[in-house]
């Protein structure tokens, strides 16, 4: 576990505590740590004297600041129709095996969270898939595979 | 001034007007649903659409900003298609069960779609699927997504008006929902349940917890005794309900009304209000003692007064280190009810336990403050339903009762009696008038140095307003208080309440004694009280309350004959120790987040 309130801290020393820091804020909290718990928005809430529900509000509008439990990593698979055309099916089919967890699950470790995308920008080089920040593009069972693996080992 | 037309008629308005602005002034009716006056403009429902020549889009009045030589058009047959298409697919997302819905025939959104006249509609209906909650968790209010368009009126009411935003919009798209912290039940977040939302709701995802079966059954269980008693401001906007214009007083048929319903006795909370004052004034002149002449480093100023269980929630939630500056006396509504299942059965012989205690009030939050654990010290719960003006009204309706032919009636004995003080608690500054009344006269022996005993500096619907009160000729008990200047503050709305807490926090509140109110206007604009409300409607009402004050032949709480009897057969005197144990209560710390 990490001390939410000391990183909070740090987060609106940085970015300021009017209304408009709110969205850095979020952003450097599952930077570092996949997810936005409820003691992390409560606390959010305390330094920006706002209330709670709507640093919840505001989270939950977007994908990319979940409020659900998160792995280290986030799988996240393109979901749009020329990744699905190319073969997206295939690689969901290939971790969901390898990690044993269906897609929208984490791994019991918390290390792999498994969810679509919508489009990410890569149709040129489909099928894609992001892991936290980085893409991974014209992937096989066999790449995805390795690069998996490759986040096992790190 | 700006020129356009609407529908080919000219007119001018102020630069900053919207174009329905200028429609209401030319009265041409544009529909609207998300629009609220008292509620800054969200433009989001879009069933306000009009046509504006040259432009490529139909614009939404009710957010548009008029511009010189604009050529609207409300009335065109894109423009009704429009409209329709936009209530069509509200209502593709609201569960239309209509005749048994709560807010049946009270419901704006039920009001469009009669206007278009829907057939069967062209939209799927999209409830069915979804997984929809109702949350029921709070004795004061019910929550119904199912029957919520999203419209935010009740988001922009709880961050406006209260300051409080326990609801805030979550996710997005077809998810899209009014969301309290994480969807917590209402119960366990920082809500007041002052029910300003659902003053404001347009449909039925937002209504009063309503206790109206409860009460019929009471009333008809010839082993019970049903006592009944109504605030203040229920009387000045009852009428509203039962086809009288804002503003009508009708605390004589309400009172007629009351013993055609079936209640045993009908009692009024102005009594109690006036033994508030008794209760309130005391402590005050008590603490000022204690910190001027005692040396008290405890006692802390200014003093907070405790009438509203909406504002108690909200000092417990975000202010918990002030406390200990509320005054500790019970807000009318539960001294009332510690006395009937007590004093009251005594005096009529009762059994308590065979009393039914109702309030009528103009307020959601007064269902919490009934429910609280302290609020037995009566040895039984001391008031056991909580009706809102509303209800009452509704319950007037289903006895087939013609309101208008009533012939005006009187308050009951024992509790039944009031004077001009008490009913002025209903409007914002009146608790504080009340108080001043009565505290000036013990301190001095004289009446306060106002006209007719209207103190207006406190009147009026200013957010914050302050008085400053200068004490002299005080009698020979109160000597440490001469030429002294009591200050005085009053907020009306939660947000207008913070603006003075955080200046209490700051160290820089110079005041002795506020008066707060969690409702915009105080009470006579309380989440329980009939629907519409407005700034106009409030003004109506408040106007009302003190044209019921001038015409009572007692306007001094302690001139009060109920009062006076009660403590002379009963209580012994003001802050005895009886009268603790019966009226005063103490406060709950509760989580800031």
Known sequence: MYQVGTLVKELTEKHGRLRESLMPILQGIVERHSYLTDDAMVEVAKELDISAAEVYGTASFYTFLDTKVRGKYIIRVCKTITCSMKGKGEIIETIEDMLKIKVGETTSDRMFSLLETNCIGWCHKAPAILINDLPYTELTSEKVVEIIKGYMHK | ?593
């Open chain 2, 1 to 593: 001034m700006i020129n356009l037309t609407i529908n080919d008629q000219k007119i001018s308005v102020p630069a900053g007007s919207t174009v329905l602005d200028a429609a209401k002034k030319l009265n041409i009716n544009i529909p609207t649903l998300c629009n609220h006056p008292d509620l800054c403009i969200a433009g989001n429902c879009r069933v306000c659409l009009v046509e504006q020549k040259g432009a490529r889009t139909l614009i939404a009045a009710c957010a548009m900003p008029v511009a010189e030589g604009m050529d609207i058009h409300t009335n065109t047959l894109k423009v009704r298609n429009a409209r329709k298409h936009v209530v069509e697919l509200l209502l593709s997302e609201h569960r239309s069960d209509c005749t048994k819905c709560y807010k049946n025939q009270k419901c704006e959104l039920q009001s469009l779609a009669n206007e278009f006249a829907f057939g069967d509609t062209i939209f799927l209906d999209l409830v069915e699927d979804h997984p929809y909650e109702i949350d029921r968790s709070s004795p004061s209010f019910i929550k119904d997504d199912s029957k919520c368009i999203r419209c935010q009126r009740c988001v922009r009411t709880c961050s406006e008006l209260q300051y409080i935003s326990a609801i805030a919009v979550a996710n997005k798209g077809a998810h899209q929902k009014i969301s309290s912290f994480h969807d917590r039940p209402m119960s366990h977040v920082v809500c007041t349940n002052c029910g300003q939302c659902v003053n404001r709701c347009p449909t039925g995802a937002l209504v009063e917890k309503t206790y109206i079966d409860q009460v019929w059954d009471a009333i008809y269980d010839p082993d019970k005794h049903v006592v009944v008693q109504t605030a203040p401001a229920v009387r000045v906007a009852l009428g509203e309900d039962l086809g009288y214009d804002p503003g009508e007083r009708v605390t004589g048929k309400m009172v007629t009304a009351l013993r055609q319903l079936g209640f045993d006795s009908v009692l009024d909370t102005d009594f109690s209000a006036d033994l508030t004052i008794m209760e309130e004034g005391t402590e005050l002149l008590t603490r000022l003692k204690k910190a001027l002449v005692d040396g008290d480093k405890k006692i802390s100023f200014p003093m907070f007064t405790s009438c509203s269980p909406g504002w108690i929630k909200f000092i417990e939630h975000k202010y918990p280190e002030f406390l200990p500056n509320l005054s500790t006396c019970k807000s009318p509504q539960q001294m009332f009810g510690a006395l009937a299942k007590t004093y009251f059965a005594q005096k009529r012989k009762i059994d308590p336990s065979k009393i039914v205690s109702v309030s009528v009030m103009p307020c959601t939050a007064k269902k919490y403050e009934a429910d609280r654990p302290e609020m037995r010290d009566s040895g039984y719960k001391d008031i056991d339903y909580v009706l809102t003006t509303r209800e009452l009204a509704v319950m007037i309706k289903q006895a087939g009762i013609n309101f208008k032919n009533l012939e005006p009636s009187h308050y009951d004995s024992i509790m039944g009696d009031s004077t001009g003080a008490a009913v002025i608690f209903g409007a914002t500054g009146g608790v504080m008038e009340a108080a001043l009344r009565t505290a000036y006269e013990i301190v001095t022996g004289r009446e306060v140095p106002f006209n007719n005993l209207n103190i207006t500096p406190v009147r009026g619907m200013e957010g914050v307003k302050e008085a400053t009160i200068k004490i002299e000729g005080c009698t020979d008990d109160w000597k440490f208080l001469e030429g002294a200047e009591l200050k005085t503050a009053i907020a009306h709305g939660l947000t207008n309440a913070n603006k003075i807490m955080r200046l209490v926090r700051q160290g820089k509140s110079p005041y002795h004694f506020v008066e707060i109110m969690a409702c915009p206007g105080g009470c006579i604009g309380g989440g329980g009280q009939p629907i519409p409300t407005s700034m106009e409607i409030r003004k109506n009402r408040m106007k009302a309350i003190y044209s019921e004050d001038e015409h009572m032949i007692l306007r001094k709480s302690h001139e009060n004959p109920d009062v006076i009897a009660i403590y002379s057969d009963f209580l012994g005197k003001p802050n005895s120790h009886k009268a603790h144990e019966l009226l005063h209560t103490h406060y709950v710390e509760r989580e800031q987040y």
